[in-house]
C-alpha cells in the first residue's frame, strides 16, 4: 500500500470554510488615528471613540422609516458602528464585500484592531486589514480557501450567518432545539447549523420560508443581524454569566475537547490540500492566532507544521472526531482554573495510545487545552473501533464490513459511484485503500 494512497483518502475529508462597495463604517475614526483603538479594545457594542446612544439615532435619507431594517440600522448608528456616505445614504439594499463584514463584526464585538498574522495571501487594505486580522484571531472569519480571504467579494448570507454565530458560541450563547425548527434550506455543510441557530433565535430581518443562504448579504440586513445579535448578548448577559461560573462537567469538556481539536485537524488538512497543490504554505505565525483559540501553548504544533509534512494526515486522525464513536471522558480533577480529563482511546484514531489525560486551562472565561499526557497502548483496536475509523470518511462504510483477517480490517465502500476496498490496521488503526 502507498503512502500517497493514505494521503489522499484522508485528505479528501478536509472541510474548507467559505461589488467593492461603500465601507460600512467610517475606515478610521480620531480615535484610531490617534492609537485609541489599539491601546482599549471598545465595548462590545460600541465603536471605539463612539458614546452609545438611543435606538432612535438618525436615519438616512434612503432608509424610509417603513423600512424592515430602518430599526437595526439606527441602533448601529447610534452606537456609532455605522456611517452612510457624505450625502447622507446609505444604501440598505447595496451588497456588503466580504471585508466590510469583516470590519462591522469587529467593531461592533469589542475586537481591538490588529497587525497580526493570517494564513491570507491576498489582504491589501489598509484599511480593512487590521480589522479582517482582528476577526481572524477572534475566531470569526475563515477563507475563501485555506490562503484566501477574498476581502472585495459580497459576503453571503450563510457566511454572515456563520460569523456572527462563531461569536454567540463563544460567548455562550447556546443553540436552540434541534427539533422543531427552521430548516436551513440549501446551506452547505459547514454552514448549516450556523444558519438554523440565526433563523431559531430570530436574528434574521426577513420573514419568508427560506433563509436563502447563498444569496449576497444585503448591507441592511447585515445590519439587522448584528443589532439583533448584540441586543441577544445584552438581554442574556445575566444567564450566560451565571452558566459560565457553573462547574465544568465531564460531558462539557469532552464536547471542548472533541470541537476544539476537530477544528485543529480541519485546519490543518486544509492547509496540507494548499501545499499538495501549490508547494507553498502559510508561515507558523500565520496559523498560531487559529490554534490559539483552543490551546494553550499552540506553539507545541511549530514543529510537527513546519517539518512534517507526511504527517499531517496521521494528526488528523489522531482528534476524536463527531462522526465516531464517542469516546468516555471522566474528570480526574477539579480546581477553580484547571480541570484534568482522562479519556479512553478516541475510537477511530491512528494512536498507539490507549488513553489520553488533558488538562484544561480557563482562560479569559474560556477553557482551552493546556495539554494531554499519553498512555502507551496494549491491545489491539478491535471491529467496532475500525468500523468507526471508515465511517470518519466514509457515512456508509461502518455497514459494509468484509472480513477479518491476523492483522486488519478488511471494508468495502462505494465512493461517488466508485467501488473501493479499505483496510484498517489492528495495532495502529491506519485507514488504506488497498489494490484490487
Known amino acids: 500500500m502507498a503512502w500517497k494512497k493514505v494521503l489522499l483518502t484522508l485528505s479528501a475529508a478536509a472541510v474548507l470554510t467559505s461589488i467593492a462597495g461603500q465601507a ?10 490617534a492609537g485609541g483603538s489599539r491601546a482599549e479594545a471598545p465595548r462590545e457594542g460600541q465603536a471605539a471613540g463612539a458614546e452609545a446612544g438611543p435606538a ?6 434612503d432608509v424610509a422609516p417603513d423600512n424592515r431594517n430602518a430599526e437595526a440600522i439606527a441602533d448601529l448608528a447610534a452606537r456609532g458602528l455605522i456611517e452612510g456616505t457624505a450625502s447622507g445614504r446609505f444604501d440598505p439594499d447595496g451588497a456588503l464585500t466580504r471585508e466590510q463584514f469583516a470590519k462591522l463584526l469587529a467593531s461592533a464585538f469589542g475586537l481591538r484592531t490588529s497587525e497580526g498574522p493570517t494564513p491570507f495571501v491576498d489582504l491589501v487594505s489598509a484599511w480593512s486589514t487590521p480589522y479582517i486580522s482582528a476577526a481572524y484571531a477572534a475566531g470569526l472569519v475563515d477563507g475563501v480557501t485555506a490562503v484566501k480571504f477574498m476581502p472585495a467579494q459580497p459576503v453571503t448570507r450563510q457566511a454572515a450567518a456563520a460569523m456572527v454565530w462563531r461569536w454567540l458560541e463563544a460567548r455562550g450563547v447556546e443553540a436552540p432545539a434541534a427539533a422543531p425548527g ?4 440549501d446551506a452547505d455543510a459547514w454552514a448549516q447549523a450556523s444558519v438554523h441557530n440565526i433563523m431559531a433565535l430570530g436574528l434574521r430581518s426577513d420573514s419568508g420560508a427560506s433563509y436563502e443562504p447563498k444569496r449576497v448579504m444585503t448591507r441592511g440586513d447585515a445590519a439587522a443581524l448584528v443589532s439583533r445579535a448584540l441586543a441577544l448578548l445584552e438581554a442574556t448577559a ?8 457553573q462547574p465544568l462537567t465531564a460531558d462539557k469538556a469532552a464536547s471542548l475537547i472533541r470541537f476544539s481539536e476537530q477544528k485543529t ?22 496559523i498560531q492566532p487559529a490554534l490559539s483559540r483552543y490551546y494553550a501553548d499552540p506553539g507545541s504544533w511549530r514543529t510537527f507544521y513546519e517539518r512534517h509534512l507526511g504527517g499531517i494526515y496521521e494528526a488528523v486522525a489522531i482528534f476524536p472526531a463527531v462522526s465516531m464513536p464517542v469516546p468516555s471522558f471522566k474528570i480526574v480533577s477539579v480546581t477553580d482554573d484547571r480541570v484534568k480529563v482522562r479519556g ?9 495510545s490507549a488513553f489520553l489525560t488533558y488538562t484544561l486551562l480557563k482562560r479569559n472565561g474560556n477553557w482551552v487545552i493546556g495539554g494531554r499526557e499519553e498512555e502507551k497502548l496494549t491491545e489491539p483496536f478491535t471491529r467496532e473501533e475500525a468500523e468507526g475509523i471508515v465511517a470518519r470518511y466514509y457515512k456508509a462504510g461502518s455497514g459494509l464490513f468484509e472480513r477479518e483477517e491476523s492483522d486488519r480490517y ?11 476496498r479499505l483496510s484498517v490496521s489492528k495495532t495502529k488503526g491506519i485507514l488504506a485503500l488497498e489494490e484490487d
Do not use: M, N
Open 182 to 185: 427552521p430548516s436551513a434550506g
Open 56 to 61: 432612535a439615532g438618525r436615519l438616512f435619507a
Open 238 to 245: 445575566g444567564e450566560r454569566a451565571a452558566k459560565a461560573a
Open 265 to 286: 485537524a480541519e485546519l490543518f488538512l486544509s492547509l496540507f490540500d494548499h501545499e499538495l497543490a501549490s508547494r507553498t504554505k502559510p508561515p507558523f505565525e500565520a
Open 410 to 420: 478488511l471494508f468495502t465502500v462505494t465512493d461517488k459511484g466508485e467501488k473501493l
Open 24 to 33: 460600512f463604517a467610517a475606515e478610521h475614526r480620531e480615535a484610531e488615528r
Open 344 to 352: 479512553k482511546r478516541p475510537e477511530g484514531a491512528y494512536t498507539d
